[in-house]
């Protein structure tokens, strides 16, 4: 079966393992760049998320070219750290709005042809930290504990409509995001792994494909750790 799959952020990072490990089980993959272009093999709209008529725009195009979305991975995501007390407004509302509002603006248009079809299945990307909270990144854990609420509402609703909603939430990722982190931070981050590495994205690709296949059509709701033992307990 090859179904309509849209990863938003899938042109680099976690987000392109993810459409990869999509395209390769051969689903039409379409994934969102902000200007790069899409990777060799996979469908490509430009979208930035924050922008509601980006989103119905991208939506269009992609329903247009390989039919209404059935899985959507709402992955694209931003840090923009400092500590609380040097947090402007405008950091954290631009946080938010590109990892929080991003992803309800991406989920509520996709979820109508999911609604029409009775099928679907949500994916959405969160992180550790938005269970076990951060120093320096109160805007960050704070968009990532609110797509739990969010997949849980959607779930809620949706659910007799054979359509899923999941959350993953991965620890450390070997990706541009934490190419950013110094190595103190990597170091001291590591110490708390219980895995002592950081994962790959293909290893969050493997567990988002799980939760969107047949085998998982019973699980909603649900926040999947992949994060090495990082957040165990929450
Ligand atoms: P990267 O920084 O490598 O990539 C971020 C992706 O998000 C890019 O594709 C980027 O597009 C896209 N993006 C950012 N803002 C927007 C926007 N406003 N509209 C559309 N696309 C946008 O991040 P990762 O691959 O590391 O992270 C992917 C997701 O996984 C994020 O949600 C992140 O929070 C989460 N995560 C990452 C972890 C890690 O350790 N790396 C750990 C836990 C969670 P563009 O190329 O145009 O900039």
Same mark, same amino acid.
Do not use: W
């Given at each position: 079966?090859?179904?309509?799959?849209?990863?938003?952020?899938?042109?680099?990072?976690?987000?392109?393992?993810?459409?990869?490990?999509?395209?390769?089980?051969?689903?039409?993959?379409?994934?969102?760049?902000?200007?790069?272009?899409?990777?060799?093999?996979?469908?490509?709209?430009?979208?930035?998320?924050?922008?509601?008529?980006?989103?119905?725009?991208?939506?269009?195009?992609?329903?247009?070219?390989?039919?209404?979305?059935?899985?959507?991975?709402?992955?694209?995501?931003?840090?923009?750290?400092?500590?609380?007390?040097?947090?402007?407004?405008?950091?954290?509302?631009?946080?938010?709005?590109?990892? =929080?509002?991003? !992803?309800?603006? &991406?989920?509520?248009? /996709? $979820? %109508?042809?999911? #609604?029409?079809?009775?099928?679907?299945? @949500?994916?959405?990307?969160?992180?550790?930290?938005?269970? =076990?909270?951060? !120093?320096?990144? &109160?805007?960050?854990? /704070? $968009? %990532?504990?609110? #797509?739990?609420?969010?997949?849980?509402? @959607?779930?809620?609703?949706?659910?007799?409509?054979?359509?899923?909603?999941?959350?993953?939430?991965?620890?450390?990722?070997?990706?541009?995001?934490?190419?950013?982190?110094?190595?103190?931070?990597?170091?001291?981050?590591?110490?708390?792994?219980?895995?002592?590495?950081?994962?790959?994205?293909?290893?969050?690709?493997?567990?988002?494909?799980?939760?969107?296949?047949?085998?998982?059509?019973?699980?909603?709701?649900?926040?999947?750790?992949?994060?090495?033992?990082?957040?165990?307990?929450?």
């Amino acid at each position: 079966m090859s179904r309509s799959v849209l990863v938003t952020g899938g042109n680099r990072g976690i987000g392109l393992a993810i459409a990869q490990a999509f395209a390769a089980q051969g689903d039409k993959v379409a994934v969102t760049h902000r200007g790069s272009g899409a990777p060799e093999g996979l469908f490509g709209v430009k979208c930035d998320v924050t922008n509601g008529d980006e989103v119905a725009a991208a939506l269009a195009e992609i329903e247009a070219h390989q039919g209404p979305v059935e899985v959507l991975v709402a992955n694209a995501g931003i840090t923009d750290d400092t500590l609380l007390l040097r947090m402007s407004d405008d950091q954290f509302e631009r946080v938010l709005d590109a990892n =929080l509002t991003g !992803a309800f603006r &991406v989920v509520q248009r /996709a $979820s %109508k042809g999911m #609604l029409r079809k009775r099928y679907g299945r @949500i994916v959405l990307i969160s992180s550790v930290v938005g269970l =076990l909270g951060s !120093a320096g990144q &109160v805007n960050y854990a /704070a $968009s %990532k504990a609110g #797509l739990v609420g969010m997949a849980r509402s @959607i779930a809620r609703e949706l659910g007799s409509r054979n359509i899923t909603a999941n959350v993953v939430a991965p620890g450390f990722v070997t990706t541009d995001m934490t190419d950013k982190l110094t190595d103190d931070r990597k170091k001291q981050i590591l110490g708390q792994v219980p895995a002592g590495r950081f994962a790959t994205p293909e290893e969050i690709a493997a567990t988002v494909a799980f939760l969107a296949s047949d085998a998982a059509g019973y699980i909603t709701g649900a926040v999947i750790p992949v994060d090495g033992g990082l957040g165990m307990g929450h």
